[in-house]
């Protein structure tokens, strides 16, 4: 009988008409990378294509980052914020692999504010999961950069707490949003518990000072303020992807700096800079050096120090598109004039730079907005960009407004 009661469970299903798979709306994920060091204007980019999607979601980094968006002449600095939070009809959603400074966001918030951001209440979104950078963390990172002068090895960090936040989530002791959100007591409880764990910076940093009574009563303010904008960013994302919604992912930190990979739109100085120590092959110590810094404004948003330049370094860019894989490039920076060399070199610090001198061009190109009007050695410079990183380039920013990137058709 059991026998019978399958075959004929079988037959009927051959019977049946196969049900029809479920067809969804197609969305469209597009993410936006720094392809260099960093600060090669992915503030800008993601501005851009804010205008034609319906998230914007910052998905790594803290408020170390620094992306300044410009409207109207008016220079918008952000850190934490998504550089699409200026945009009314897109939400802005700080993501879980984000780490949040909260006294850092809400006094951001508070300069954006008087700057002329207004209603970004109504569209800001905050994972419930995101790990919270306490100020012990902001001094442990200063001490151990100072640590690590003394030696020679000083990352340039900028003291913001991201790395040993980010210690703290990978040795699962950190604390995130949806803690403080939730029981206040079992937040304390674990606050303490967390602050004891300190104890071991101490013993290496005996000048290290945490306030426990203090810290939790100021957190208790802040969970009240967050909590309007705290959400579960896993499920809202995936039923955005479901509904056929339009996303742009903006990383926050560059290729050669993040520690994780994986997306595809690069954004590109077409010089190189860097805010910190490290290998910077194609650095310039002259006055051609100091000529890319004044001309190009290249100070820190964060740190406010003169970021290092140099020229465009093509292995390292072939280096990250090997790792991210991209489908297109933004070029920015292409205001400055008489650029004479573009370059194959190394990642790495000991190397013997081979250089391709190109033609540099004498003429600004702020107001142009269509390649075709660009210098002729302008556009033989960006083509000579294409061709050695094999990526197509499909906007070149040729001043800092959103109003002045211009867009390759096909």
């Not at 090669?40 to 993601?46: A, D």
């Amino acid at each position: 009988m059991a026998n019978s009661t399958v075959t004929n469970g079988l037959d009927e299903l051959k019977r049946s008409p196969k049900k029809k798979a479920r067809t969804e709306p197609e969305s469209k994920v597009t993410v936006i990378l720094g392809a260099q060091w960093g600060d090669e204007g992915k503030g800008k980019v993601v501005d851009m294509l804010a205008t034609n999607v319906d998230v914007v979601c910052r998905c790594q980094g803290g408020n170390n980052a620094g992306h300044t968006v410009v409207i109207d002449g008016v220079e918008y600095d952000f850190h934490l914020l998504p550089s699409g939070i200026i945009h009314p009809n897109c939400k802005s959603i700080i993501g879980n692999g984000v780490v949040i400074h909260l006294p850092g966001m809400f006094d951001e918030i508070g300069k954006n504010e008087k700057k002329g951001l207004t209603d970004w209440g109504s569209r800001l979104i905050i994972s419930d999961r995101a790990h919270l950078v306490f100020d012990v963390h902001q001094q442990v990172d200063g001490l151990q950069e100072q640590e690590n002068n003394k030696k020679g090895q000083g990352l340039g960090t900028t003291k913001k707490g991201i790395g040993p936040t980010y210690s703290s989530k990978a040795t699962r002791n950190g604390i995130r949003i949806g803690d403080l959100l939730g029981d206040f007591s079992q937040f304390s409880k674990k606050f303490i518990w967390f602050q004891d764990l300190v104890s071991n910076y101490q013993r290496m940093f005996p000048m290290l000072k945490v306030e426990v009574d203090s810290e939790l009563k100021r957190y208790k303010e802040y969970a009240e303020k967050i909590r309007p904008y705290v959400y579960d960013t896993v499920s809202y994302l995936d039923k955005a992807v479901r509904t056929g919604k339009k996303i742009l992912v903006e990383g926050a930190n560059a290729a050669m700096l993040d520690i994780d990979f994986g997306e595809v739109i690069g954004v590109v100085k077409v010089y190189t800079t860097r805010v910190g120590d490290g290998p910077f092959p194609t650095e310039l110590h002259d006055s051609i050096g100091d000529l890319m810094q004044s001309r190009g404004g290249e100070i820190g948003v964060t740190t406010k120090r003169k970021r290092r330049c140099g020229w465009l370094d093509i292995v390292l860019l072939e280096y990250t598109n090997m790792i991210n894989g991209y489908t297109a490039l933004c070029l920015n920076g292409v205001r400055h004039i008489g650029y004479s060399a573009g370059n194959k070199t190394s990642v790495s610090a000991e190397v013997e730079v081979e250089y391709v001198t190109m033609p540099g061009w004498q003429q600004s190109t702020e107001n142009v907005r269509e390649f075709k009007d660009l210098p002729e050695n302008a556009k033989q410079y960006i083509n000579k960009i294409e061709d050695l990183v094999n990526v197509p380039v499909k906007w070149i920013g040729v001043d800092k407004g959103r109003e002045s990137i211009i867009t390759i058709h096909d």
